[in-house]
């Protein structure tokens, strides 16, 4: 069974690819939307078994897909391109994470009621979750020493919310926005960028699988792994509970380092091969979306987390519309603080813009390192209430 899970992940996507080549509609959807709507039907329909083996196996592919994506989507980064993005980005990063504090006090004012010692240490590990991800819902849980029930409760909901919320922004989310903000502004981008992947030539795949461009792409694998070596030897050396986050820090920067050279900077198809094991990835984590995700939800708390969830996304396009942010960056802002940094990529892909990678991946970073005091700041706040 295991061999077959990791069978369909690194088959689906080059299904994906053959169905956007014959059939130019699916082409325009995008192949990140394609791989979400075909992981949730093998999930939901059962073709995919509902079994803790099952989404063990998803867990792992999910996981260690990741790590050698990253280095390979930024090779090909321009950082004069990020620097030019950095204001609107800066903006961006600092309503998200105030809408995320706003729509928190707003769904524990509505659902808290006499329970607000536990909704207020719910409302601050969200908070920690929604600007840093799981390492900093961890921080916070034994922070406000928080029981395992509430802890588990919380993250399991916040999971399913967070995917409903990143499969309507990849499916809606840019023609929906742009209603509100402007589009990204392409003079931004380096001449060398790709913000429109138009035709197959820079679309996803194309060659990839050339016998031209496999040593190219042994020699940035072989790059990869060293810097994932390096990451995890580094990661190992700080508290557990830091790992993820300095690990993710660390083969970030070693591979924007390495971007800074002509050699690797301009080798084939390392973004592409990078989008690949993003196809991976969706894949695995779409299938896990099953009809038993869906039963046994406590109203309250369900609630809470939804308002929370839904409410920081509506809060930051208000405040990006006000301040005139455009879509794609307030799209990977989002993203990276509420579904952690492993997404933007995802995100870029469904937008047709690698530009925002970069920086979207750095925001998230931001949020690794400020989200546990803004949630135990936000869990004290809400007592005061």
Known sequence: ??????????????????????????????????????????????????????????????????????????????????????????????????????????????????????????????????????????????????????????SAYSTLLSAVYLFFVIIFGKRVLRL????????????????????????????????????????????????????????????KRMFQTVFILTISTLAIIASTFKRVRTMERTFEAGTYLILVFSIAVASQVTTGTLGNIDPHIFLFITIATLGSLLMHVLLSALFRVDTDTTLATSISLICSPPFVPVVAGAVKNKTIIGPGIAVGLFGYAVGTYVGFLLAQLLLLI
């Open 1 to 154: 069974m295991s061999l077959a899970i990791i069978a369909v992940c690194l088959s689906t996507p080059l299904l994906i690819l053959w169905l956007t080549w014959r059939f130019p509609v699916l082409n325009k959807m995008g192949t990140i939307i394609i791989a979400y709507v075909i992981g949730c039907l093998l999930g939901l329909t059962g073709l995919i078994p509902d079994t803790p083996e099952v989404h063990k196996v998803q867990t792992d592919i999910a996981t260690y897909t990741i790590p050698f994506a990253i280095p390979l989507l930024l090779f090909s980064s321009d950082l004069k391109s990020w620097m030019r993005l950095a204001p609107s980005f800066i903006k961006s990063t600092l309503f998200g994470i105030l809408g995320c504090c706003i729509a928190i006090v707003i769904g524990f004012l509505i659902c808290a009621g006499d329970d607000r010692e536990a909704f207020a240490s719910i409302g601050g590990m969200l908070t920690g979750l929604y600007t840093g991800g799981n390492a900093n819902l961890a921080s916070i849980k034994m922070a406000l020493s928080v029981d395992d029930t509430t802890y588990i409760i919380t």
């Open 180 to 239: 509100l903000l402007p589009d990204f502004p392409k003079e931004k981008v380096a001449p060398s960028g790709d913000v429109e992947m138009k035709n197959h030539d820079n679309e996803l795949f194309y060659g990839l699988f050339r016998r031209s461009n496999l040593r190219t792409l042994a020699q940035a694998l072989l790059l990869t792994v060293i810097i994932i070596a390096v990451g995890a030897g580094i990661a190992l050396l700080c508290p």
